[in-house]
């Protein structure tokens, strides 16, 4: 098994750089406790007087001096815990409404395709902006702000696969056999859908490392002692002319990111039709 | 024909009520909420009594958007107005006309003439980048899908999938600091103003820049993968077999077909732009309805919120309209179930 997926990994180069990409950060955010030379949040104007890169301060630090790589790394790890757990939930809805929706059709199915209707019909930015304003930004909020949002679109390939997957021979055999509809979706369906599924969710994650960087950037992400990636942007990007690297390195870091997530979402895609 | 049409308008105007009722209820939900976002953290509970009962915020939530609707349609007027709440609002065109949406609580104005004086500039924002966006993202994707896994198609590909990975903010920066920082050529503020060291042209520039940056190479990829579908289809074989022109196959027998999906994900690119626009528009200062949004928002102006969304659900559902009836009058094939 973990052979067969390092075999294919290898045979698709931008899937392996995606995942290295992927995986490095995780290290990063795992680990950031160690590896992190300063306090993310510890400020020191003595260090600000002169904030460009230096031996003590590989990346430099910003205005208030605190150390940018410290910031960086654990802006990793605020990442990997808001982006993974967004994700999972918006899955986990749109899955449990989608299989459902294509196996039984009807009016559940009605119901479902005309309320992801009316949520696609907003631009995504809005749904947040309006939401996060709404309940306040907190890290429950903006797991449910993108659930709301991704939930429909995931709801919808969910359905498609199932309502093709439904007349194959395999699911006729359950249903004689006198499987639950519950056995039958989960069990026999779910796991022959889970190829175009897993590369939505690389897609998707990539967009929401994309999503919590600009409410970040917007003002609406957590909190501000928390360091996170885009709030590091917004809060040094004025400062471009005189210290250019407190708002480059943290940019860097997002692209990385983003790109890995995209590289392995197309790897995958490109495996899986062939 | 017309039977599928009407169905498309009515499914189209469902859509946007539904859409509606969710704003409202979002906005709107609970009354407390709205007494205090008109009145401010300091008001005295009587004021609040008076609003409340004015307002009516003790009805069901259905009713008070069934109110709503009545009042944005012109026919309940808007209780906002009454001198007697002491807000000192107050509406030139009265407090009963289409499309009242009441008043901005952050700049004290009807929120019909606050939106009106910025629609324009991200009207023109928008429109500018579609316009440099189409050429350039066909002429690309083209490019790529009609010579699959050459160099061109290879470096165009890749550059793609990287553009499309990064998030406005970063292109922005990205774009400031070569274009302000190391070059000295643009403006690093984009706030519209005649008569300063910028003119209005260069101040587009780096607005428009991050929006196509942004959409153009996703254009590019579902243009490219269109196409390059195209090129493996039989017919195009035949004809190659038959001995007609490369370039003739190409601009007869490909391009017609392999337009059709990207015709469709460019209206719905139209919905992403939206999104491009509110952060495009904060950095830049640039003043349209995008930064307007944010700011309303943040500020808790919810009438303004209202308006505002709700202009962006009418783009965005009545891009999906257009793109559905393009797509029938692009492919005879598709039946009007």
């Known amino acids: 098994m973990m052979r067969t997926i390092l075999r294919r990994f290898s045979r698709s180069p931008s899937a392996l750089i995606g995942v290295t990409l992927i995986v490095a950060w995780g290290l990063v955010a795992l680990l950031a406790p160690l590896i992190a030379p300063y306090d993310p949040s510890a400020i020191d104007f003595a260090a600000a007087a002169d904030p460009h890169p230096s031996l003590a301060h590989w990346l430099g630090t910003d205005s208030s001096g605190r150390d940018v790589l410290s910031r960086l790394i654990w802006g990793a790890r605020t990442t990997y815990i808001v982006v993974p757990l967004a994700v999972m939930s918006a899955f986990a809805a749109g899955i449990l409404l989608g299989v459902p929706a294509g196996y039984f059709g009807g009016w559940f199915d009605a119901l479902v395709s005309r309320l992801s209707d009316v949520i696609l019909a907003f631009p995504a930015l809005i749904i947040y902006i309006i939401l996060i304003t709404a309940l306040g930004p907190s890290l429950l909020n903006i797991i449910i702000a993108v659930t709301l949002a991704y939930a429909p679109g995931v709801s919808r390939i969910a359905r498609g696969i199932t309502l093709a997957l439904r007349e194959q021979d395999y699911v006729a055999a359950a249903q004689a056999r006198g499987e639950s509809s519950l056995y039958i979706m989960f069990a026999e369906i779910l796991p022959n859908a889970r190829g175009p599924l897993i590369v939505d969710l690389c897609l998707r994650a990539g967009y929401t490392v994309i999503l919590t960087g600009t409410l970040g950037f917007l003002g609406l992400g957590l909190p501000p002692p928390t360091p996170d990636w885009g709030g590091m942007v917004v809060e040094s990007a004025h400062l471009l002319p005189i210290a250019w690297h407190m708002a480059v390195f943290p940019c860097v870091a997002i692209a990385s990111l983003v790109i890995g997530c995209n590289l392995l979402a197309d790897g995958l895609r490109k495996e899986g039709l062939k | ?337």
């Open chain 2, 1 to 337: 024909m017309i039977r599928f049409l009407l169905r498309r308008i009515g499914q189209f105007i469902i859509t946007f009520l539904a859409a509606s009722f969710l704003l409202f209820a979002v906005t709107e939900f609970s009354p407390g909420t709205v007494a205090s976002k008109i009145l401010g953290p300091y008001a005295v509970s009587s004021q609040v009594d008076l609003l409340t009962e004015k307002l009516h915020l003790g009805d069901p939530l259905l009713l008070r958007y069934l109110r709503w609707l009545g009042i944005v349609a012109g026919v309940v007027e808007n209780p906002l107005g009454d001198p007697a709440i002491g807000l000192g609002l107050s509406d030139p065109r009265g407090n009963r006309y289409v499309g009242n949406f009441g008043y901005s609580l952050m700049l004290k104005e009807p929120v019909v003439d606050v939106v009106g004086e910025r629609i324009g500039y991200t009207a023109l924002l928008t429109l500018l980048a579609i316009l440099v966006i189409i050429p350039v993202s066909l002429a690309a994707g083209v490019a790529a899908g009609v010579n699959p896994g050459r160099p061109i198609d290879r470096v165009l590909s890749m550059g793609a999938v990287i553009l499309t990975s990064l998030p406005e903010f970063v292109v922005a920066v990205a774009l400031l600091l070569v274009g302000v920082v190391w070059l000295g050529l643009l403006p690093g503020t984009s706030p519209m103003t005649q008569g300063g060291r910028w003119p209005l042209s260069l101040q587009l520039v780096l607005p428009v820049g991050v929006l196509v940056i942004a959409s153009a190479s996703y254009v590019l990829r579902i243009v490219r993968a269109s196409v390059a579908d195209t090129m493996r289809k039989p017919y195009v074989r035949t004809a190659l077999l038959k001995g007609l022109k490369r370039r003739d196959i190409i601009l007869h027998h490909v391009l017609r077909n392999a337009m059709i999906p990207p015709i469709t994900v460019i209206l719905l690119q139209i919905n992403w732009l939206l999104t491009g626009v509110v952060v495009v528009e904060s950095i830049f200062a640039y003043p349209g309805v995008g930064s307007l949004l944010l700011q309303a928002a943040l500020f808790g102006d919810i009438y303004l919120v209202q308006a505002l969304t709700l202009l962006a659900l009418l783009v965005a559902v009545g891009t999906q309209l257009i793109g559905d009836l393009c797509y029938l009058a692009l492919d005879p094939k598709i039946k009007l179930g």
